[in-house]
């Protein structure tokens, strides 16, 4: 099946409930459009034992290798795309799925591993690549883009208040070059008020959607999941922040809302957020929301 001896170096969020809620079946084909290190994709696929049929992808190449090292015996396909161009693919190939997942949130060892540049704790690079092969990374948004560009990304994707955006952009402007994460999170420090959580939280949110243009890669593949699914099919999504969640649940609620031409029925009435024993081993779960819709 996989190589037990290695070890789980990601802990799913919402793993009960993402079981739960999806309610594999043995036989039933299975597409893990984020599947990082297969906290998710593990234990549905003990469940389905359909490797066969069922895909798992990932932008991460390091992702990958585990995927690919993991799955020696029995091997689902493993695919090494952005989930878009994934979704689109099988969408245009006419292939459709049982079960469907996918994980918005950045995994445990893209925030552990120094050298990605995703945490404002740990000094490195500006990088924040989901994929390390794309040009664009967080060192070129910060040194190069313009100030408008900074503040609107500010605004936006971090939810900054108009005003903290213009004088966050401004800041980073005068002081380039910043070239390494805690430059630039103690740059934000300097000049924030005192809050309970790290005032570059925002911050480095915004830049890292903005790197991975991850909600314009959600947008896009949210209306194609129905066309994915065979009747009956359950997808399942978690999100991590407002933004992606709105945009989960406007869609839920829109392709729900059709009557008799509706494509989805949806089975979460309110997002699934992580109960209380599950935040004393995982505490990355705090901010998770998992929304799972029934192609009808």
Do not use: C
């Not at 070890?7 to 409930?17: K, M, Y």
């Not at 999806?22 to 234990?43: C, F, I, N, Q, R």
């Not at 002081?175 to 430059?183: G, L, S, W």
């Not at 509706?262 to 998770?288: F, G, H, Q």
């Amino acid at each position: 099946m996989y190589n037990e001896g290695m070890e789980e170096i990601h802990i799913p969020v919402l793993l009960s409930d993402v079981l739960e809620y999806l309610g594999p079946k043995p036989g039933e084909s299975y597409l893990d459009l984020t599947a990082g290190y297969a906290g998710h994709a593990d234990k549905i696929l003990e469940v389905t034992q359909n490797y066969k049929d069922s895909v798992l992808n990932d932008r991460d190449q390091n992702a990958i290798d585990y995927l690919n090292a993991k799955y020696q015996k029995v091997k689902p396909e493993i695919v090494h795309d952005d989930f878009y161009s994934t979704a689109l693919r099988f969408v245009e190939n006419k292939r459709t799925f049982d079960l469907i997942l996918a994980d918005f949130g950045v995994s445990s060892p893209q925030l552990d591993n120094v050298e990605r540049g995703f945490s404002f704790t740990k000094d490195a690079r500006l990088d924040m690549r989901m994929d390390e092969s794309q040009d664009l990374d967080a060192w070129e948004i910060v040194n190069h883009w313009s100030e408008k560009k900074i503040a609107d990304i500010f605004e936006r994707y971090g939810e900054e208040k108009p005003g903290r955006a213009k004088l966050l952009a401004r800041e980073i402007v005068f002081n380039r070059p910043i070239n390494t994460t805690t430059e630039l999170a103690e740059l934000i420090k300097s000049k924030s008020p005192y809050s309970h959580t790290h005032p570059a939280t925002r911050v480095f949110q915004a830049i890292r959607i903005a790197v991975n243009d991850e909600l314009g890669e959600i947008e896009r593949t949210l209306p194609l999941l129905p066309k994915l699914l065979n009747k009956g099919g359950r997808v399942g999504i978690i999100s991590f922040h407002s933004l992606e969640d709105r945009l989960v649940k406007d869609f839920f609620k829109e392709e729900s809302s059709f009557g008799l031409e509706s494509e989805l029925k949806v089975l979460t009435k309110k997002p699934v957020i992580a109960a209380d024993d599950e935040l004393v081993y995982n505490p990355r779960a705090r901010s998770a929301k998992l929304r799972v819709a029934e192609k009808i």
